[in-house]
């Protein structure tokens, strides 16, 4: 099981960006779906979730800016962020967690991380 993230980039501050995350290999199932940011020298935290059922979970420094969805149908998550701010400056990773299937057709738990996609956001 592969994630792939895209979307990040420089952009104003007040600007828009979105990012997606496709999850690509065998898939049993997708459990819950998230994107974390990470400033240099600081811990990653968690930017907002989503669970199988469609309940989201934000960080209090995006709630109500940043939407998170998901595409069951194309395995992946999106990250809309609006209104961004310079405080928003950090590399965005997703995360997912589910069950991958094996040749033997049995399935085996993974959390897996995207690459990191980098969002800059100017004053």
């Known amino acids: 099981v592969q994630l792939q993230a895209s979307g990040g980039g420089l952009v104003q501050a007040g600007g828009s960006l979105r990012l997606s995350c496709a999850v690509s290999?065998?898939?049993?199932?997708?459990?819950?779906m998230g994107w974390y940011r990470q400033d240099p020298g600081k811990k990653r935290e968690l930017v907002g979730s989503i669970a199988p059922s469609g309940t989201t979970n934000y960080a209090d420094s995006v709630r109500g800016r940043f939407t998170i969805s998901r595409d069951g149908a194309k395995n992946a998550v999106y990250l809309q962020m609006n209104s961004l701010k310079p405080e928003d400056t950090a590399v965005y990773y997703c995360n997912v967690n589910g069950r991958g299937r094996t040749y033997l057709n049995t399935w085996y738990p993974f959390n897996e991380w995207g690459q990191g996609t980098l969002v800059t956001v100017s004053s």
């Open positions: 290999g065998s898939i049993y199932s997708i459990n819950v």
